[in-house]
């Protein structure tokens, strides 16, 4: 209220919703529930309780139209300021679905890896409905890794610094130096996955392209 008296005395005109607004420090702009005590984006639970109906009739009925499915999508994507990147991560199956369509009004069979993406978001949207407007300052955990044609190696000095290393299957030997890079990720952290529970995990990777992948996906169902 010391604003606003300044702001009047300066000859200012003010719009007393919004100032209300400040003085709360938390409150609803452009769909979103802005708290800047917390330093979160949230999505009001109007626009939850919208989007839950439409994930568990899709559940249900194992069917949809591509039309439902483009609007599911698009709900998601456009809450991600209050989900945080999973929002794009984790509707990428959705995004095959819809790319294949053959037209809008098409009735798509729901298949079991977009119906487990399906049942994520209708689990889970309350749980991850808060994303902090500032990153944590450090990270609980931080694992390197790396990759190279024959083998995948990795290490943790926040847990106690033992190394990781495995040879590549032949399989793995002929694929690509980014599905390598990604393999090596994923094995470093299967190998210490009961120290990483609960905690923030920072990974560091030579590899940009996987970097990129492990935090939004990728077009390619492989990597």
Same mark, same amino acid.
């Given at each position: 209220?010391?604003?606003?008296?300044?702001?009047?005395?300066?000859?200012?005109?003010?719009?007393?919703?919004?100032?209300?607004?400040? $003085?709360?420090?938390?409150?609803?702009?452009?769909?979103?529930?802005?708290?800047?005590?917390?330093?979160?984006?949230?999505?009001?639970?109007?626009?939850?309780?919208?989007?839950?109906?439409?994930?568990?009739?899709?559940?249900?009925?194992?069917?949809?139209?591509?039309?439902?499915?483009?609007?599911?999508?698009?709900? /998601?994507?456009?809450?991600?300021?209050?989900?945080?990147?999973?929002?794009?991560? !984790?509707?990428?199956?959705?995004?095959?679905?819809?790319?294949?369509?053959?037209?809008?009004?098409?009735?798509?069979?729901?298949? %079991?890896?977009?119906?487990?993406?399906?049942?994520?978001?209708?689990?889970?949207?309350?749980?991850?409905?808060?994303? $902090?407007?500032?990153?944590?300052?450090?990270?609980?955990?931080?694992?390197? +890794?790396?990759?190279?044609?024959?083998?995948? %190696?990795?290490?943790?000095?926040?847990?106690?610094?033992?190394? /990781?290393?495995?040879?590549?299957?032949?399989?793995?030997?002929?694929?690509?130096?980014?599905?390598?890079?990604?393999?090596?990720?994923?094995?470093?952290?299967?190998?210490?996955?009961?120290? !990483?529970?609960?905690?923030?995990?920072?990974?560091? +990777?030579?590899?940009? $392209?996987?970097?990129?992948?492990? !935090?939004? %996906?990728?077009?390619?169902?492989?990597?």
């Amino acid at each position: 209220m010391i604003q606003g008296k300044d702001l009047l005395a300066s000859g200012f005109v003010i719009n007393e919703q919004k100032l209300r607004w400040t $003085s709360r420090q938390s409150g609803e702009w452009l769909g979103f529930i802005i708290n800047t005590i917390k330093m979160q984006f949230q999505v009001p639970q109007t626009k939850v309780a919208k989007l839950k109906p439409q994930l568990n009739a899709a559940i249900q009925d194992c069917f949809i139209t591509i039309r439902k499915l483009a609007k599911i999508a698009g709900f /998601v994507n456009s809450m991600s300021l209050a989900v945080g990147p999973i929002s794009r991560l !984790l509707t990428r199956q959705m995004y095959f679905a819809i790319e294949s369509r053959s037209g809008w009004d098409h009735l798509l069979c729901i298949s %079991g890896s977009l119906l487990q993406k399906l049942k994520f978001w209708y689990i889970n949207i309350d749980c991850f409905n808060s994303y $902090s407007i500032r990153a944590p300052l450090v990270s609980s955990i931080v694992v390197f +890794t790396d990759a190279s044609d024959v083998a995948f %190696g990795g290490f943790s000095a926040s847990i106690d610094g033992s190394p /990781v290393s495995g040879m590549w299957q032949p399989g793995d030997l002929c694929t690509s130096s980014t599905y390598r890079e990604l393999k090596a990720i994923y094995f470093v952290l299967l190998s210490f996955i009961d120290k !990483l529970q609960n905690k923030n995990v920072k990974i560091f +990777t030579d590899s940009q $392209s996987a970097a990129r992948i492990v !935090l939004v %996906g990728s077009s390619k169902p492989h990597l």
